[in-house]
C-alpha cells in the first residue's frame, strides 16, 4: 500500500472561518510534508515532520498552523485565509529522512478556495 | 537559492517520434526526482535518480543525471497519447536537514498528438 489519503478533497471556506486539512499514510513513513500548489505553477514546499517534530518551516504565514499527532497522521490548520490561498494542497510522504533518498509519495490533494 | 529550470516549458510531440525534457539546477545536489501529474490529479513519481550517472528506464520513459553538469534528461522514445502529460524534476539540495527539501523546476506541459 502506497497510499497517501487526503481530506477533504475540495473545501470551500470564507476569510472568517476555522477549517482543517488531513492527511493520513499507513506506510510506516516517519517523514511528512505539506505542499501548495497554484494552478499551472509548480508545488512548492511549506512544511516538513520528521519524526513527528516539525523540521521544516518555508516561511510560511502563521494563518497555517500544521500539526502532526502522531506518525501517520498530519493536519493542516487553516484560519483568517486569503482568497490568494486558494489553491491545491498536496500532502505528502517518505520512508525515512533524507538520509536515503527513498520516493516520496504525495496524496490527490485538497483543492481549497477562500471566497 | 536553488533554482531548477526545466526546458521546454511546452511540449507538442508527434506520436512515434523521440523527444528529451531537460532540467538543470544551480546547487550542489545528490538526487533528483521526475514526476507526472495529469490535469486536475497530483503527482506521481516516476524516478529517483541519486547518483552521478544514473540512467533508469520505465517503458517509454528513460531519466538520466549528471550530477557535474548539474543536469537531467527524461527522453520519451516514440511518443504515444496516453504520455499527454506534465511532467516536473525535483532537486533535493544537499543540506543538513530532517526529511527531503524538494524544490521544483517549472514544468514541462507534454501534449502528444495524433
Known amino acids: 500500500d502506497t497510499e497517501v489519503t487526503q481530506t477533504p478533497k475540495h473545501l470551500v471556506m470564507g476569510m472568517t472561518n476555522k477549517k482543517s486539512l488531513k492527511c493520513e499514510q499507513h506506510?510506516?513513513?516517519?517523514?511528512m510534508y505539506w505542499y501548495k500548489q497554484k494552478a499551472k505553477k509548480p508545488p512548492e514546499l511549506m512544511f516538513v515532520y520528521s519524526y513527528e517534530k516539525l523540521s521544516i518551516n518555508e516561511s510560511v504565514p502563521s494563518r497555517f498552523s500544521p500539526e502532526c499527532p502522531n506518525s501517520s497522521l498530519l493536519n493542516l490548520h487553516l484560519h483568517a485565509l486569503q482568497p490568494e490561498d486558494s489553491a491545491l494542497y498536496l500532502c505528502?510522504?517518505?520512508?525515512?529522512?533524507?538520509?536515503?533518498?527513498?520516493?516520496?509519495?504525495f496524496g490527490e490533494g485538497s483543492w481549497l478556495t477562500v471566497v | 537559492e536553488l533554482k531548477v529550470e526545466q526546458n521546454p516549458l511546452f511540449l507538442s510531440m508527434q506520436e512515434g517520434k523521440n523527444y528529451t525534457i531537460y532540467c538543470n539546477y544551480s546547487?550542489?545536489?545528490?538526487?533528483l526526482y521526475w514526476y507526472r501529474q495529469d490535469p486536475g490529479k497530483s503527482l506521481e513519481s516516476l524516478f529517483v535518480l541519486l547518483s552521478n550517472g544514473a540512467v533508469k528506464q520505465e517503458g517509454r520513459l528513460m531519466a538520466s543525471l549528471d550530477t557535474k553538469a548539474r543536469l537531467s534528461t527524461l527522453h520519451i522514445t516514440a511518443a504515444v497519447h496516453d504520455l499527454s502529460a506534465t511532467y516536473f524534476c525535483?532537486?533535493?539540495?544537499?543540506?543538513?536537514?530532517?526529511?527531503?527539501?524538494?524544490?521544483f523546476g517549472g514544468g514541462t506541459r507534454v501534449l502528444v498528438k495524433p
Open positions: 505528502a510522504s517518505s520512508p525515512t529522512d533524507r538520509a536515503s533518498g527513498n520516493t516520496i509519495y
Open positions: 506506510m510506516g513513513h516517519r517523514a
Open positions: 525535483a532537486v533535493d539540495p544537499l543540506i543538513k536537514a530532517a526529511g527531503n527539501k524538494l524544490t
Open positions: 546547487t550542489t545536489s545528490d538526487r
